[in-house]
């Protein structure tokens, strides 16, 4: 049996065992016999870190044991937290605006309904001045008294106008257009008294030249109140009403006198008043009879019943309503009409009434409050005014000395 040389070179050629030259050495690790009664632990699970960076393992994110927490949670929250803020503020926006659309719709109202007053009052003065000039160019068959009478009523309707305008509810943008307006009609409402208070007087004999010419002046007083008003009150109220951005008409114009130069001279007024029927006139009507008129001095004049003297100091008590009864007695044969009675105090405007009528032989009294009251110790001058035809004037007039305790 032969046996082959282990070292015999040429025996490596076919020896299996023999590594081929060109193969890498194999190695062999030695694992542990799972039949050895050794148990595999499981890998732990990888953990990743939420932040950046090389190296080491990573963490996973953490969860609140509620389930919320994540960075997707808290944008969902912001985004909520704004959605609402966003709604909260566009609220207070649209309640601010409607607030301010109230007040600027209240406001431009009150600016409405003021302009709508203003022009109701102008087109009633409008009217008035109609009737009070229509009545003064054509007086038609109006007696002394009731022309009179008609244009103390035109008095008290321009008083009435003033208190109106003073009273009216002005907004805060109407207060310099609510000034100009109430100088207007105080001028009117100065003028129209000073009028009414001078017509008596002007439609008799006794100081009508004077009395004409007052009411001369006051007419271009009217008319200077016209002015103001058209010039100026007119456009501060349009003006006002534009810039608030209010709906109103444009305000009307207001011409009391509308032709001034037909009314403020001497002139004119003559002619009107010399065109009433009633006017006194010393004339003797030619109906051949006596006429004129009389008071008694020492009892025809008298204040809550006490006869005044006029040969001493008369004391009224105080508190007494100063109401003069003046009793004209008719001296004459004829029946006589608006016999007009004036009374002054210490030489002031004279407060003035007419008796419609007083037959031959009979007496009729006019009673004229003194207004103001007067006080303290004064002259009280009573005038009765002639009538047509009288001759005799002597016993028209009396003068008393009046202590007002």
Request: overall charge negative; aromatic content about 4%; glycine content about 10%.
């Amino acid at each position: 049996m032969e046996f082959s040389n282990p070292y015999n070179s040429n025996d490596r050629e076919d020896d299996p065992f023999v590594d081929a030259p060109d193969e890498e050495p194999v190695t062999i690790e030695s694992d542990p016999d799972p039949d050895a009664g050794f148990v595999d632990e499981p890998e732990p699970p990888t953990r990743e870190r939420t932040g950046g960076g090389g190296g080491g393992s990573r963490r996973p994110p953490r969860r609140s044991g509620r389930g919320g927490g994540s960075s997707q949670d808290k944008q969902q929250l912001m985004v909520r937290r704004a959605i609402a803020l966003g709604a909260g503020l566009l609220v207070v926006i649209l309640l601010v605006f409607g607030a301010k659309g109230c007040l600027d719709a209240r406001k431009n109202r009150s600016l409405e309904d003021y302009a709508n007053n203003v022009t109701q009052i102008v087109n009633e003065t409008n009217a008035l001045s109609e009737s009070f000039l229509g009545r003064l160019s054509d007086p038609g068959e109006l007696s002394v008294t009731e022309f009179t009478s008609e244009i103390q009523s035109d008095r008290s309707a321009m008083d009435g106008f003033l208190s109106r305008v003073e009273k009216l509810d002005t907004p805060g943008d109407m207060e310099s257009a609510q000034d100009t307006l109430t100088l207007v009609y105080q001028l009117r409402a100065g003028a129209m008294n000073t009028i009414a208070d001078s017509m008596s007087t002007a439609l008799g004999e006794e100081g009508a030249d004077r009395a004409r010419r007052q009411i001369a002046a006051q007419m271009e007083v009217l008319a200077a109140a016209d002015v103001l008003y058209n010039r100026v009150t007119r456009h501060q109220i349009d003006n006002t009403i534009v810039n608030n951005g209010a709906n109103a008409p444009e305000m009307p114009r207001s011409e009391f006198i509308p032709n001034p130069e037909e009314w403020i001279s001497v002139d004119a007024i003559n002619g009107a008043l010399d065109g009433v029927s009633g006017t006194t006139s010393t004339e003797d009507p030619n109906d051949g009879l006596s006429h004129g008129t009389g008071i008694d001095p020492a009892s025809s004049v008298t204040i809550a019943g006490v006869a005044l003297s006029p040969d001493t100091t008369n004391t009224i008590p105080a508190g007494t309503t100063p109401t003069v009864d003046v009793t004209v007695q008719n001296q004459g044969e004829a029946t006589e009409n608006d016999v007009t009675v004036s009374v002054s105090v210490d030489g002031g405007s004279a407060l003035e009434q007419s008796i419609p009528e007083i037959a031959a032989g009979s007496t009729g009294t006019a009673s004229i409050p003194l207004t103001p009251a007067p006080t303290g110790q004064v002259t009280l001058d009573v005038v009765v005014d002639a009538v047509p035809g009288e001759s005799i004037t002597t016993n028209n007039e009396a003068s008393y000395t009046v202590d007002f305790g």
